[in-house]
T-cell receptor, first 111, second 113 residues
Framework: AQSVSQHNHHVILSEAASLELGCNYS??????LFWYVQYPGQHLQLLLK??????LVKGIKGFEAEFIKSKFSFNLRKPSVQWSDTAEYFCADFNDYKLSFGAGTTVTVRA | DTGVSQNPRHKITKRGQNVTFRCDPISEHNRLYWYRQTLGQGPEFLTYFQNEAQLEKSRLLSDRFSAERPKGSFSTLEIQRTEQGDSAMYLCASSFQGGNGYTFGSGTRLTVV
């Protein structure tokens, strides 16, 4: 069974700084990878997803992620963060019928 | 709003009491999922339905937990004889069969005192 792991538990950075959050997956078949965001008090929202094709995936709100097969990684990036990007970010994979999530990374952006 | 709706938003209960949560999925979606999320963790899969059939249950779902989806529409998650360890956010999501994009509800936060 495939699973994902996230390296960083809490990231603190200033506005305009660049963000990169790590996610590694354990290969178990077809790759279906996702990044979700959860803003304080809100529901989980899909940022982007990768199934196949171009390994550089563009998502909403200026986020992107790169699928690197050789490294089993699917890291999330944003060149310049804003205060409103303060949230919890989850990497997930879809296997058969369900999403399986990593432990999440809390991102705090200081104004 | 045509998203996934969960009620109540918050529930505080005394240990040993029973609680029931409701989820109304997006009407066109035939799959419905329940997840549990505790502080500092990602959502953990509990169970899912395809239409009215409950097709998979996690080992996290002890015999105190039961979920139903009568007529393949809304779903309820009941916890009997609640324990403090049941305190968590309970999330519901729905999707199309074969689709791999979920829509999540805002969750029900359970506090067992």
């Amino acid at each position: 069974a495939q699973s994902v792991s996230q390296h960083n538990h809490h990231v603190i950075l200033s506005e305009a700084a660049s963000l990169e959050l790590g996610c590694n997956y354990s290969y178990g078949g077809t790759v279906n990878l996702f990044w979700y965001v959860q803003y304080p008090g809100q529901h989980l929202q899909l940022l982007l997803k990768y199934f196949s094709g171009d390994p550089l995936v563009k998502g909403i709100k200026g986020f992107e992620a790169e699928f690197i097969k050789s490294k089993f990684s699917f890291n999330l990036r944003k060149p310049s963060v804003q205060w409103s990007d303060t949230a919890e970010y989850f990497c997930a994979d879809f296997n058969d019928y369900k999403l399986s999530f990593g432990a999440g990374t809390t991102v705090t952006v200081r104004a | 709003d045509t998203g996934v709706s969960q009620n109540p938003r918050h529930k505080i209960t005394k240990r040993g009491q029973n609680v029931t949560f409701r989820c109304d999925p997006i009407s066109e979606h035939n799959r419905l999922y329940w997840y549990r999320q505790t502080l500092g963790q990602g959502p953990e899969f509990l169970t899912y339905f395809q239409n009215e059939a409950q097709l998979e249950k996690s080992r996290l779902l002890s015999d105190r937990f039961s979920a139903e989806r009568p007529k393949g529409s809304f779903s309820t998650l009941e916890i009997q004889r609640t324990e403090q360890g049941d305190s968590a956010m309970y999330l519901c999501a729905s999707s199309f069969q074969g689709g791999n994009g979920y829509t999540f509800g805002s969750g029900t936060r359970l506090t067992v005192v």
